[in-house]
């Protein structure tokens, strides 16, 4: 079903209020990248202190996208957006004082809620307010916002060091700058907050509760009279035999086994993070001051990175309707695989001196570039294209539960990847860590090939 080009603004400005939570998502979790150092002289940490200081969000947004969906429809997509604005102010003001270890971990596990909370109820909101045909375009803002907010917190925090001198150095009215690092978030997430009390709520949850005149004032604003009165048919329609929303719904009726979908949607979810993509936005700075740059060098790097990524991000807007989500997937797989491959080899064949820093010589360039090519394909398939596919695979009976289980694993396996890669790190080099990313990014490609099924242009009632 398409829609009048007399709604595209109303529409688009509707769901890049909906995605400013996803640029707190990136803001939020990328702002750690230049704070490391920071954090671990001020809490004196040793290094699984320190990683858990990192990974420890990443647990309070497992509980966050799990319990969201759930809550989602029970209170509806906008309120709890809304609750997840106030846990990111929360967050951003105590981590930024916090003067212990467990009072900053306390304070990121809030943060976490919030993070969990808008991985899930983003994609899901503009999913349920945009039209089929230009579905994914909408959906992409999803990964955009991330994005936008990690180029954002990335020269923030490059800014900060070049007016300090480094993240521990004291800044403004004598607190350190890792501290105003954090404190950064504080103002788009107030915008956040703002804003929201202007969106809808999404008229697929109102129509689930039963207020059906709101849900079609909803639509027609969105669609125009006669669509927007077509459009509560169908999903009436589809809802018509069925109970309110619950977990068990994850379930066949009568064999009891969880819906093969719910699976698809699940392993999709882990496979994002398994590609090991986020030890670029987490540990970036690390990683390039343990090949041989200075701190503020490595953080100007990260800003180049997330420039990359937005182009990617930007590309697939064009993309994604046009070629569909499986193709997209298949072809980031490859990609991927091909360039940690090469990153696994260029580090086989590098030496560390005598204080462990890399030496990367003649494969200095080659080794940004081949970075570089990773966020871009990842920000090109991987990035967008499960949120995507997780806003709209699942049918309306079962989206908020199948995106609660779904966003739960997805940040198990984030917590897993950014607790492991320092241990990993140690243990087995560059070569292994990345060779292992590779191997599973060769099964992720696989599973899409086997299992994935496309979901272009279909609408959410047909899926």
Not at 33 to 47: E, I, K, P, Q
Not at 50 to 67: D, E, P, T, W
Not at 232 to 248: E, F
Not at 317 to 330: A, M, S, T
Request: aromatic share 16%; charged share 10%; net charge positive.
């Amino acid at each position: 079903m398409k829609y009048s080009n007399n709604n595209f603004p109303l529409i688009m400005s509707i769901s890049c209020i909906a995605a400013m939570g996803s640029f707190l998502f990136g803001f939020d979790t990328g702002v750690i990248n230049g704070t490391v150092g920071g954090l671990r002289l001020a809490f004196d940490s040793s290094l699984f202190v320190s990683s858990f200081n990192i990974a420890s969000m990443l647990l309070g947004c497992g509980v966050g996208a799990f319990y969201s969906g759930w809550l989602s429809d029970r209170f509806g997509r906008r309120t709890m957006l809304i609750v997840a604005a106030v846990l990111f102010i929360v967050s951003a003001a105590g981590s930024g004082i916090a003067d212990t270890s467990d009072v900053f971990i306390f304070y990121r596990l809030i943060g976490g809620l919030a993070v969990g909370s808008v991985s899930i109820l983003v994609p899901m909101y503009i999913a349920e307010i945009a039209p089929a045909h230009y579905r994914g375009a909408y959906g992409t803002l999803q990964q955009f916002g991330i994005i936008l907010g990690f180029l954002v917190v990335y020269i923030s925090n490059y800014l900060l060091v070049k007016f300090s001198g480094t993240s521990i150095n004291e800044f403004w009215f004598g607190f350190e700058t890792w501290r105003w690092m954090i404190w950064g978030e504080l103002l788009p997430a107030v915008i956040f907050l703002i804003t929201l009390f202007w969106i809808p709520e999404s008229p697929r949850y109102l129509v689930v509760k039963g207020k059906n005149k709101l849900a079609l004032k909803v639509l027609i604003k969105l669609y125009g009279q006669f669509l927007g009165e077509a459009k509560l048919l169908d999903i009436s329609m589809s809802l018509s035999s069925d109970h309110a929303p619950r977990l068990s719904d994850l379930k066949h009726r009568v064999t009891g086994k969880v819906h093969r979908v719910v699976w698809v949607g699940v392993f999709i979810a882990i496979f994002q993070q398994l590609i090991g993509i986020n030890v670029i936005f987490y540990y970036g700075s690390v990683l390039w001051e343990l090949i041989g740059f200075s701190e503020l060098n490595a953080l100007f790097i990260n800003i180049i990175v997330a420039c990359v990524g937005g182009v990617g991000c930007l590309i697939m807007i064009f993309l994604v309707d046009i070629w569909g989500r499986r193709p997209l997937l298949k072809f980031g797989s490859v990609m991927i695989f091909l360039s940690l491959l090469t990153l696994a080899f260029i580090f086989m064949n590098v030496e560390k001196d005598v204080y462990g820093v890399i030496n990367l010589g003649q494969y200095k360039v080659l080794t940004l570039i081949v970075v570089n090519l990773y966020v871009f394909i990842f920000n090109l398939s991987w990035g967008p294209v499960v949120w995507i596919m997780l806003g709209e695979m699942f049918p309306n009976q079962i989206r908020g539960s199948a995106l609660a289980l779904a966003g739960l694993m997805h940040w198990i396996a984030n917590f897993m990847i950014v607790m492991t890669f320092p241990l990993l790190l140690r243990s087995m080099g560059m070569v292994g860590v990345f060779s292992v990313y590779s191997g599973f990014t060769l099964i992720a490609g696989f599973f899409v090939f086997y299992y994935l099924s496309e979901t272009k242009e279909k609408e959410l009632e047909d899926i």
